[in-house]
């Protein structure tokens, strides 16, 4: 419908569309005409109200009766601005969640509509001025009062769904702890195999021999192995001394400085420099302090003492 013929039939804040045999709202023409806040599409051919009909916020008064809608849009609630809804012999069985948010609504007319039995009950007869009042308050009460049931149904469904995720998660951690000592068992039975058959060709090599030679040659294999670690961990304390003594020295190099500049207030190059990066020094040796504090009571104090 082109926004022209749209105007011709506005009377002030008042646009008639009833009667005009629309089988769908215009609605982008309608967003153009903000003044039109009372819209009447009454006894039109109506049987579903798009999304975009939501955006018409400027809608102060709205007749729809008498059309063929089984639902309103989800979104119906953001309507605020709504104060007078008249739905009578439509096809509706429910109203939207959104509803409740609808708090400006004084006068609505659901007569005539499927209804299902809670809203039939709160909407009562709707035959006078204040039956409609009446309505507005009660089903406004009604879906408010559902809205909160459906809200708490969700939320224990999502802590329910919550629950069996973290159950779920623990069941598959478990699973591959075992399968981690499963694989770490095998991998123990075939270096045992494997030390087991060297030994036995090792005395192969020798010609027969009594068991109490095969257990021996079996611990000579084992007593290699146990070399061999101690071999890295020698190699590991090594490491770990030059990087303590480096560590050591560090530190005393920058107490030697700190001492310098402590007795030299008026040094340039302590003010410029040094100043700054003790400050930055001491605010990460708290942190270091802090997370190790941490750790220790997160991690090794419950580990000790659990």
Request: aromatic share 6%; with cysteine; net charge positive.
């Amino acid at each position: 419908m082109p926004k022209e013929s749209l105007r011709d039939k506005l009377e002030g804040n008042e646009l008639d569309l009833s009667l005009s045999n629309l089988d769908a709202v215009p609605v982008k023409e309608l967003a153009l005409i903000p003044k039109a806040t009372h819209l009447d599409l009454s006894c039109n051919q109506l049987t579903v109200l798009p999304d975009s009909f939501c955006t018409l916020t400027h809608l102060i008064k709205l007749d729809l009766s008498k059309n063929s809608l089984s639902e309103l849009p989800s979104n119906f609630g953001q309507l605020e601005n709504l104060q007078q809804l008249d739905l009578l012999g439509n096809k509706l069985r429910t109203l939207p969640r959104s509803f409740c948010q609808l708090r400006k609504l004084r006068w609505l007319d659901l007569k005539d509509n499927p209804l299902e039995e809670g809203l039939k009950k709160n909407a009562g007869d709707c035959l006078d001025e204040a039956q409609c009042r009446k309505c507005a308050t009660r089903i406004l009460m009604y879906m408010t009062d559902l809205d909160e049931q459906l809200e708490k149904q969700w939320q224990l469904k999502k802590q329910k769904k919550e629950k069996e995720e973290a159950k779920k998660k623990l069941k598959e951690e478990r699973e591959r702890q075992q399968k981690r000592q499963e694989k770490k068992a095998e991998k123990e039975r075939r270096r045992r195999e494997h030390e087991a058959r060297r030994a036995q060709e090792i005395l192969a090599q020798n010609g027969d021999t009594s068991d109490e030679e095969f257990n021996a040659a079996q611990e000579k294999l084992k007593s290699n192995g146990a070399v061999k670690s101690k071999k890295a961990s020698a190699r590991f304390s090594f490491f770990l001394l030059v990087f303590i003594s480096i560590l050591a020295l560090l530190v005393g190099l920058l107490v030697a400085v700190d001492i310098h500049c402590s007795s030299n207030l008026n040094n340039e190059i302590c003010r410029q420099h040094w100043k700054p990066l003790r400050s930055q020094i001491v605010a990460a040796a708290e942190t270091v302090r802090g997370n190790a504090i941490n750790f220790y009571h997160q991690h090794i104090e419950t580990y000790l003492f659990k």
